[in-house]
Each structure stands twice: as structure tokens, then as C-alpha cells.
T-cell receptor, first 115, second 113 residues
Framework: DQQVKQNSPSLSVQEGRISILNCDYTNSMFDYFLWYKKYPAEGPTFLIS?????DKNEDGRFTVFLNKSAKHLSLHIVPSQPGDSAVYFC??????????????FGKGTKLSVKP | DSGVTQTPKHLITATGQRVTLRCSPR?????VYWYQQSLDQGLQFLIQYYNGEERAKGNILERFSAQQFPDLHSELNLSSLELGDSALYFC????????????FGPGTRLTVL
């Protein structure tokens, strides 16, 4: 049973427009969410994160929104650039008191930004 | 460059064989995680070590084992290999802390023929 779901395997947007990547989760005990970006032949690279006590976190062109009641988070990229073309993974973690829990990843969404 | 190194980059072997994948974490990171990414699958957590001790186990098969050495590098041992074990294997490391993100290595691509 997938606890973290990325229902769109792919997304194509025009350069300069907004990219919105979505992620749903089922476990209400998750307390920390992360987005990773992955280029071919490379390992995932951390992009941005959000704690469950917040509903928004911004870092430059990247903003993550968290809707706890809907168990939904989204990553907004504005403006999108061709270099943003990659696979984006949503990940969630449940904090076990005193220790850092492992990450549970979605299957990823492949973003293509067209010039 | 994440600072996490993995060797080898590629590995081709036959069914029934045993292989060892190696990971060196970022300097100062005490936690090492192993993940498997099969075709069309997300990253599946296998196992975590913290400062030499096993901390958490995920979907790791009994044919697989891992360890973390005193110098903090880690090895993932895969034995009695099957065709379905062909995948990308990633190692990640992090500092001990509540909200530290994990940094991933470039991965080892294992092909079982």
C-alpha cells in the first residue's frame, strides 16, 4: 500500500510558466515532507522541505504548500526553466521520538519544461 | 556533488551470484541509508545504520544484508541474486537531527543476467 502517491507520472510546461507538482499521502503521522529532484544518471538532490507545523515554505523559485486536512502537498516552480526538467520525488517521514525516521518516497513525476 | 560516494557505478553479474556495494557518507554524517529503485518504481527504503548500529529496516530481503564500519562507510551485500534484483541502489547519509535532509550518492546500477 503506497503511503505517498504522485498520481501524475509526467508533466509538460512551457518555459516561464508555473509548474505544479502534486503529492498525496495517507499516513497522518508523517511530520516532515521533502521534495527531491533527480537528473538521469545522478542521485536525487534535495530541493525543499516543509514541517507539518507549517503550511508553506519558499526558497527562491520553489514553494511547497502543505494541506494537512487534505493530506496533500504541492511543489510550485515559478518561473519554470528548461534546467528544471527532471524527475521530482515527493518524500515523507514519520518522526520516531529521539530518532530520525526513514523517508517514504512517491514514484516521481517527470517534469519537462519546453523552451 | 553531494559528498556521498558509491562504488562501483555499474555492476553486471549472473543469477545466483553475490555482490557488495559500497558507500562512503558525507564527512560528519553518522547515518547511512540504503534505497532500491527498480524500473518504474519509486525509491524503496531498505535499511538504515547510525554510527555502526542498525537503526531501521524497510523492505529488505533476507538475501540482502548491510553493515556500517567504524570509519562510517557502509556496505550492502546482495546474495543469491535474481533477475528481479536488477535495479539502481542508492546510498544516502544525514547528520543526526530531527529535520536533517538526506544526501544521496550517484547510485550503483546492478544488472543481473
Amino acid at each position: 500500500d503506497q503511503q505517498v502517491k504522485q498520481n501524475s507520472p509526467s508533466l509538460s510546461v512551457q518555459e516561464g510558466r508555473i509548474s505544479i507538482l502534486n503529492c498525496d499521502y495517507t499516513n497522518s503521522m508523517f511530520d516532515y515532507f521533502l521534495w527531491y529532484k533527480k537528473y538521469p544518471a545522478e542521485g536525487p538532490t534535495f530541493l525543499i522541505s516543509i514541517s507539518s507545523i507549517k503550511d508553506k515554505n519558499e526558497d527562491g523559485r520553489f514553494t511547497v504548500f502543505l494541506n494537512k486536512s487534505a493530506k496533500h502537498l504541492s511543489l510550485h516552480i515559478v518561473p519554470s526553466q528548461p534546467g528544471d526538467s527532471a524527475v521530482y520525488f515527493c518524500a515523507a517521514r514519520r518522526f520516531y521520538g529521539g530518532s530520525q525516521g526513514n523517508l517514504i518516497f512517491g514514484k516521481g513525476t517527470k517534469l519537462s519544461v519546453k523552451p | 556533488d553531494s559528498g556521498v560516494t558509491q562504488t562501483p557505478k555499474h555492476l553486471i553479474t549472473a543469477t545466483g551470484q553475490r555482490v557488495t556495494l559500497r558507500c562512503s557518507p558525507r564527512s560528519g554524517d553518522l547515518s547511512v541509508y540504503w534505497y532500491q529503485q527498480s524500473l518504474d518504481q519509486g525509491l524503496q527504503f531498505l535499511i538504515q545504520y547510525y554510527n555502526g548500529e542498525e537503526r531501521a529496516k524497510g523492505n529488505i530481503l533476507e538475501r540482502f544484508s548491510a553493515q556500517q564500519f567504524p570509519d562510517l562507510h557502509s556496505e550492502l551485500n546482495l546474495s543469491s541474486l535474481e533477475l528481479g534484483d536488477s535495479a539502481l541502489y542508492f546510498c544516502a547519509s544525514s547528520q543526526q537531527g530531527t529535520y536533517n535532509e538526506q544526501f544521496f550518492g550517484p547510485g550503483t546500477r546492478l544488472t543481473v543476467l
